[in-house]
Nanobody, 120 residues
């Protein structure tokens, strides 16, 4: 069974950092591009970042460029999202998703989400 499990969310002060993890089981993430999405209360889900299966190229939403870094560890079947200089507007539930082949591919599986709250 294909499954993604996120962890690493929590409460952090503005300017702080968190690292989210996305652990894959039941499949090999090498053949899937992994995206991070987020959804804030009352807002639509938005794409945050993606790392390509083919060449590990990365992509970021303008709102997080220069602050967030996506990476993966194929040996551990895991993808990470390092979030620095966090702002209150980064508060949301963060989801990872496995996309077929490319960062534009359809989503094959979603994680359950992890809450990130940025507040003083």
């Amino acid at each position: 069974q294909l499954q993604l499990v996120e962890s690493g969310g929590g409460l952090v002060q503005p300017g702080g950092s968190l690292r989210l993890s996305c652990a894959a089981s039941g499949f090999t993430p090498v053949y899937y591009s992994i995206s991070w999405f987020r959804q804030a209360p009352g807002k639509e889900r938005e794409g945050v970042s993606c790392i390509s299966a083919r060449d590990s190229s990365t992509d970021y939403a303008d709102s997080v460029k220069g602050r967030f870094t996506i990476s993966k560890d194929n040996a551990k079947n895991a993808v990470y999202l390092q979030m620095n200089s966090l702002k209150p507007e980064d508060t949301a539930v963060y989801y990872c998703a496995a996309r077929r082949f490319t960062c534009s591919g359809s989503v094959a599986v979603w994680g359950q989400g992890t809450q990130v709250t940025v507040s003083s």
